[in-house]
């Protein structure tokens, strides 16, 4: 509008020239989409550094394994952490495939059949940012497999995280002195005052849980829509996985903050009990 504002009467309109709303929504999804997946790479990130600090400072730390509520073997709190952190290496891999995905230009299909006019779509790539350009100009309009890799990192780095979290927790109610949580992760009950449970950590994860819910359900959106262009269909898969990417992101801040600052091991204790059962250190 503003375009055709600043040109003669005769040329209105020709800025749309090739240009159709359809290609144009994908675009501007995916433009918007992989500005998310960069900030969720970028918090997946920072999480993997501050556990390789933190598995880094309890190589040492013993603590027994158990297999279905026996124990089974010995290890460290450092081994345990850079299980995860293994896991993650894996998890960044799918959220650069979710990124190569994403970031891909679908405009200049119109509403699938593009146009006879003699446009440059590869121009428009560039120019944009995009990495490439989805070639077929049906293919650009009505694909969903980018949302179902947006799924697949978003359960590929939130599952361990939350595995950890649920690990961590079960030591405290077994050994409530193992791990300690900061006054930020602890809530004092008035009616007993006496005890500080661990309500922020609660909290914190059923938050990951809510985004492995969220990524379910964009998986079974997108592949429950009819093979064809999408329109309304769209705005609701750009939400489920606008919504999904910043919860996501949030979460793995704040498992960032409770790993990094609001946690205390406690080695004492934790080497006690690797000394019982037959659970200590072998060769």
């Avoid at 933190?54 to 603590?63: E, F, M, P, Y």
């Avoid at 709190?77 to 990124?99: D, K, P, W």
Wanted: glycine share 10%.
């Amino acid at each position: 509008e503003r375009m055709d504002a600043q040109l003669p009467a005769g040329l209105a309109g020709t800025g749309r020239v090739g240009r159709g709303t359809i290609d144009v929504a994908a675009g501007a999804a995916r433009v918007v989409l992989r500005e998310d997946v960069l900030r969720f790479c970028a918090a997946v990130e920072t999480l993997r550094t501050t556990l390789i600090e933190l598995a880094s400072a309890h190589i040492v730390s013993l603590l027994p394994v158990s297999i279905a509520g026996q124990v089974a073997q010995p290890t460290s709190f450092g081994h345990m952490i850079a299980a995860v952190v293994s896991q993650l290496t894996r998890a960044a891999a799918r959220i650069e495939n979710a990124y190569a995905e994403v970031n891909r230009s679908p405009l200049g299909s119109g509403a699938l059949a593009s146009t006879g006019m003699p446009i440059d779509r590869e121009r428009l790539t560039d120019l944009l940012g995009f990495d490439g350009l989805i070639e077929n100009t049906f293919d650009a309009v009505s694909a969903t497999d980018h949302f179902g890799a947006i799924a697949d990192a978003l359960d590929a780095a939130i599952a361990p995280v939350d595995r950890l979290l649920g690990a961590i927790t079960d030591w405290v109610r077994a050994e409530p002195d193992s791990f300690r949580f900061g006054a930020d992760w602890t809530s004092l009950l008035s009616d007993l005052p006496q005890a500080r449970p661990a309500l922020g950590v609660g909290a914190l994860i059923e938050s990951l849980r809510a985004v492995l819910v969220a990524s379910a359900s964009l998986r079974s959106a997108a592949g429950r829509i009819a093979f064809g262009p999408l329109t309304v269909e769209l705005d609701r898969l750009l939400k489920l996985a606008d919504g999904a990417l910043d919860h996501g992101s949030a979460a793995i801040d704040r498992t960032n903050a409770l790993l990094g600052e609001g946690l205390e091991v406690n080695r004492a204790l934790l080497a006690k009990r690797a000394g019982k059962g037959f659970s200590t250190s072998s060769d």
